[in-house]
């Protein structure tokens, strides 16, 4: 699925708008922590969270100008979680570079998360200088607190899980809901929050970007199995490889015969698997029908998040039009 133009043209001009008002916030000295920093930041990513921000405070008669400085404050939290996932999972590409940890260490690439957690808030802050009040700022500054500490529980279940023989479809749409949906639907509250939209929109932008943040994630999952590796900007089978419990994996556990179940353990969670297991285990999956049910499940959460969308009452219908284009955008993509 592609984006319209003028919906390109708008995530390229948010994209932008961002990423300057990062550079102007993650600066400093010593040099190396601040290039660390940067550097998942450089390599680009598809910003869809400041982008759904930004268009929920839009819907609200909200501008870019103002708003980006949120945006901003969420891309740097995001990307202070890449890095420390990249150096738990001990991945050494993203964003078809190498991570942080591969060119800074461990150490340095630890404290360049931590920088950017503290620089979020900075950001965030700086919504004061533009007239917004202390409350609207207050309650930006809570919602993101609360993203940051769930999305740290929904991590530490996801590691948890990797040593875990099963793991049930319920404890993996939580894990999800808090790792990955939760950043997804604080991106879209504060924007909402800034521009003073009524509670219930809120309740209801909230209602939608958890359901759009899990098939998300969903979709996330199967690229793992399916996508060119080119594209994906990481390696293929990386998920099987680092023993991921993902829907695919736990979907067809759950109804492997005792032969395939041997392949699919033999490569899950071993980081001397060839390709060839690598290979094997992915097909057993699709044959499974994990795919199938996966695409499904997705399909049922987009369908819940554009039902709640579509009930809010904003003063800008279009911008609402394109959040709902960026939904599907983001949960039908290949890559």
């Known amino acids: 699925m592609e984006l319209p133009g003028d919906v390109v043209d708008l995530a390229n001009l948010v994209s932008s708008m961002t990423y300057r ?40 008669g909200l501008s870019p100008e103002i708003s980006s400085w949120a945006a901003a404050a969420v891309e740097i939290l995001h990307n202070f979680t890449l890095i420390h996932d990249d150096i738990i999972d001990r991945d050494e590409y993203r964003r078809g570079v190498p991570t ?6 461990e150490g340095l690439a630890i404290v360049a998360g931590d920088l950017l957690f503290a620089k979020s808030y900075e950001a965030l802050l700086r919504l004061l200088d533009y007239g917004l009040n202390y409350e609207k700022v207050l309650s930006a500054i809570r919602e993101l607190t609360w ?15 990797e040593s875990r023989e099963t793991v049930t479809v319920d404890e ?24 003073g939209a009524p509670d219930e929109d809120i309740a209801k932008l909230a209602d939608f970007a958890f359901n759009i943040g899990i098939a998300f994630q969903i979709r996330d999952d199967e690229l793992g199995l399916v996508a060119d590796e080119k594209v994906l900007g990481k390696p293929k089978y990386s998920d099987i490889r680092e023993g991921k419990k993902t829907i695919l994996v736990i979907y067809a556990l759950e109804r492997a015969s005792e032969e395939q179940r041997k392949v699919i353990m033999s490569a899950l969670g071993n980081t001397k698997a ?20 996966s695409n ?26 394109t959040l709902k284009q960026l939904a599907y955008y983001v949960t039908r993509r290949s890559y």
Do not use: C, N
């Not at 942080?100 to 260490?105: A, P, Q, R």
């Not at 993203?147 to 899980?161: L, R």
């Open 147 to 161: 993203a940051a500490t769930t999305v740290a529980e929904g991590q530490a279940m996801d590691i948890m899980f």
């Open 296 to 321: 499904k499940l997705a399909e049922d959460f987009i369908r819940r998040g554009i039902e709640a969308l579509d009930s809010t009452h904003p003063r800008d219908l279009r911008s609402r039009e």
């Open 21 to 60: 008002r990062i550079e102007e916030i993650v600066s400093g000295k010593p040099r190396e922590l601040y290039e660390a920093s940067m550097h998942l930041v450089r390599a680009g990513g598809k910003r869809l969270r400041p982008l759904a921000l930004v268009l929920a405070s839009k819907m609200y």
């Open 100 to 105: 942080v940890h591969k060119v800074w260490g």
């Open 274 to 293: 060839s390709r060839e297991e690598l290979e094997k285990a992915a097909r057993v999956l699709i044959e499974l029908g994990a795919l199938d049910y």
């Open 172 to 195: 993996y749409i939580e894990m999800v809901r808090k790792k990955t949906a939760a950043l997804f639907k604080s991106s879209v509250v504060i924007g909402a929050i800034i521009a």
